[in-house]
């Protein structure tokens, strides 16, 4: 079965770009998640979709934003970059809503803001 | 505001030398405890999910265990496979969100 897979894996872009990643579930995985990992700090939950509607989101700003698609796959959009938008990007997913129960991640997007 | 907090930052350990790490946490209405395990420039892979106070999982030499304000992943025996950050996470049923301590990073020497 396969997992979890991002796109692209690595990223440079210059502050003020946007940027957009991708994220395809495991199949049957009806939820994604996006988190943020920056350099030294912990995961930092971004945005959670389940079933083409948004559910839930941390607090980011506007400038991250998201969608699902009907074949439950999801992007991340990035607008107006910023240095501190640096870091490692991760998508997870797991069966149906509500419990975050079991999430399987992918390998990130490595983000890099110059 | 929900708060997840891990102890040791780092752990050195030899083969065959067991420890606990911690994951204390302030949030409000736990639905659930999270554990995962990190290898560099990876993403996290499940271990464990823990729901009430008192309930334990094992799975080969790693244990979980959950009280009403802190969880600790038991490390029996460790090998240096095992080493790799480990992260915890609590979820919120009100805020339906994850939160994530900042890990625990594990080495195993022989």
């Known amino acids: 079965e396969a997992g979890v897979t991002q796109s692209p894996t690595h990223l440079i872009k210059t502050r003020g770009q946007q940027v957009t990643l991708r994220c395809s579930p495991i199949s049957g995985h009806t939820s994604v998640y996006w988190y943020q990992q920056a350099l030294g700090l912990g995961l930092q939950f971004l945005l959670w979709y389940d079933e083409g509607e948004e559910r839930n989101r941390g607090n980011f700003p506007p400038r991250f934003s998201g969608r699902q698609f009907p074949n439950y796959s999801s992007e991340l959009n990035v607008n107006a970059l910023e240095l501190e938008d640096s870091a490692l990007y991760l998508c997870?997913?797991?069966?149906?809503?509500?419990?975050?129960?079991?999430?399987?991640f992918g390998p990130g997007t490595r983000l890099t803001v110059l | 505001e929900d708060q997840v907090t891990q102890s040791p930052e780092a752990l050195r350990l030899q083969e065959g030398e067991s420890s606990s790490l911690n994951c204390s946490y302030t949030v409000s209405g736990l639905r659930g405890l999270f554990w995962y395990r990190q290898d560099p420039g990876k993403g996290p892979e499940f271990l464990f999910t823990l729901y009430s106070a008192g309930e334990e999982k094992e799975k080969e030499r790693l244990k979980a265990t959950l009280t009403k304000k802190e969880s600790f992943l038991h490390i029996t025996a460790p090998k240096p496979e095992d080493s790799a950050t480990y992260l915890c996470a609590a979820y919120t049923g009100t805020a339906s969100k994850l939160t994530f301590g900042t890990g625990t990073r594990l080495q195993v020497t022989l």
């Open positions: 997870a997913s797991s069966h149906g809503q509500g419990a975050f129960n079991e999430q399987f």
